[in-house]
């Protein structure tokens, strides 16, 4: 349980080579003699405010008696608050400067105040009302502006996309920024959001310069806005002030300046009026000596991040669950031939990717590497080159990931951020086993190349999977 008065709070002490946290002890009528019974005559207690009162009324949007509650249209409702619930409104707020994220009391107050700032045409009182959630992130977390500002800023920079966006006079640039950037996209936004709740605005220069480089593609990299990063820094610096932190601040003035583009993670603009910044200008700016910042300069190395691994035959056996699969119908748009192949990354050699392509093998690993971040080689077909289309390459693929279902794993990629099933914990020998099995096998065109379907000989083999399966491996060998 959450003590229900402030903890010691944390203070950042700066110096131009250090970074350090220093714990400041509470006031005398706070902490812990919040706990103690009123017994000591002639002492009334005095309960430390967590936030200022018109702080508080500004991040839950009540500033201005607007209601807020998301309409059909998915915008907030501008219709007033009922001039009978403002007395009230108020008087609730004062209560709750004294609460923290953890404080038991929170829900239900939100949910008395959701149920006064409600308008006319939105007085039911709503469960889910979807402000309760932004509310929430206005509450001091563990008795700190910390969260909050975590989440504003999170909010402003957006999240990482794989594609450029950038606008162009035929509409947003479709091309892919590749993993390495998706990923220092990430790094460079949580270093961001840690100088800004450690009261470090004026160092975050260099790092917006850095995101701007890192959401692009090399066609758009080189003409990014400059004043974008002065319209960053200067909302970041808003958030941190609503937060009542004691924000370092530039000597020189920021300019207001408002993009185009309000997805500011994803669609950028390259066509604003202003000024641009270079490559080397980016590499001029000074970086933070205690920044704790590392961008990556090559492939990612790191161990693949393994979802929670399930049981996806369960309760079929293994000879039922790839008779399934055998017997279904090919639809038109999955009689293609084409490749399939075996990858392997060299930062993580137990796992070989199983996959198939309508297109040239290298292309495909080529695509892969620059998506994930990752070095991979090819391990069937050898040489790439080599290797003749198989018909129906998408069951073959199907057929090979239905016999490896125990060992398939699910890989969450900060690369290309997709998760990919396609990944398996075997030998190299099991691949080239599984593969060539089921490429032979649908080389005797077992399926009607008209209607698709599984022909009657092949069906009756099926039958007796115990059998078919040991005539394939025989054939196969």
Excluded at 72 to 88: H, V
Excluded at 307 to 327: F, G, Q, V
Aim: with cysteine.
């Amino acid at each position: 349980m959450s003590p229900a008065g402030p903890s010691p709070s944390i203070v950042p002490c700066c110096t131009p080579a250090s970074f350090t946290l220093v714990h400041r002890p509470p006031p005398s009528n706070a902490g812990s003699d919040l706990h103690k019974s009123n017994c000591q005559e002639h002492q009334p207690q005095t309960y430390q405010p967590l936030v200022k009162m018109c702080t508080l009324r500004t991040r839950l949007g009540l500033r201005n008696w607007k209601c807020g509650r998301c309409t059909r249209a998915e915008t907030a409702c501008a219709n007033s608050i009922p001039r009978k619930n403002r007395d009230q409104i108020e008087s609730l707020i004062k209560s709750m400067i004294f609460l923290c994220q953890e404080s038991p009391e929170l829900i239900s107050k939100m949910e008395e105040l959701s149920a006064l700032a409600n308008c006319h045409t939105h007085r039911r009182k709503d469960p889910e009302d979807a402000r309760k959630t932004k509310w929430m992130a206005a509450f001091p977390a563990q008795n700190s502006d910390v969260r909050y500002v975590e989440v504003q800023v999170m909010e402003l920079l957006g999240s990482a996309s794989t594609l450029c966006g950038a606008k162009a006079e035929s509409g947003s640039c479709p091309n892919k920024i590749g993993g390495r950037k998706v990923q220092n996209f990430q790094r460079i936004t949580d270093e961001i959001v840690r100088l800004s709740t450690y009261h470090r605005v004026s160092d975050i220069d260099y790092h917006l310069g850095m995101l701007r480089r890192n959401m692009y593609c090399s066609d758009h990299e080189l003409t990014m806005h400059l004043q974008k990063g002065d319209y960053w820094k200067s909302k970041i610096l808003g958030i941190c002030t609503t937060a009542d932190f004691g924000v370092g601040l530039p000597t020189q003035s920021v300019v207001p300046y408002e993009p185009e583009c309000k997805s500011l993670g994803s669609e950028s603009t390259e066509h604003c009026d202003g000024l641009y910044l270079t490559g080397q200008q980016i590499s001029s700016l000074r970086i933070p000596e205690d920044s704790a910042l590392v961008l990556l300069e090559g492939f990612d190395t790191t161990p693949f991040l393994i979802l929670p691994r399930r049981n996806r035959r369960s309760p079929k056996t293994l000879n039922d669950y790839i008779h399934e699969r055998i017997c279904r119908s090919l639809s038109t748009r999955h009689r293609k031939p084409g490749y399939i192949y075996a990858f392997q990354a060299k930062s993580n050699p137990e796992y070989i990717k199983i996959g198939y392509t309508t297109g040239s093998v290298i292309e495909r690993l080529r695509s892969l590497i620059f998506d994930c971040n990752r070095e991979m080689t090819v391990l069937f077909p050898t040489p790439p080159e080599s290797v003749k289309s198989v018909p129906n390459a998408w069951r073959v693929e199907e057929l090979c990931h239905a016999e490896l279902v125990d060992y398939q794993v699910q890989v969450d990629c900060t690369g290309c951020l997709s998760e990919h099933r396609e990944w398996f914990q075997i030998s190299a020998a099991d691949a080239f086993a599984a593969i060539k099995k089921w490429s032979a096998w649908m080389r005797t065109t077992p399926y009607d190349p008209v209607l698709g379907n599984l022909k009657e000989k092949e069906k009756r083999k099926a039958s007796e999977m115990d059998h078919f399966m040991s005539e394939l491996a025989k054939s196969e060998g």
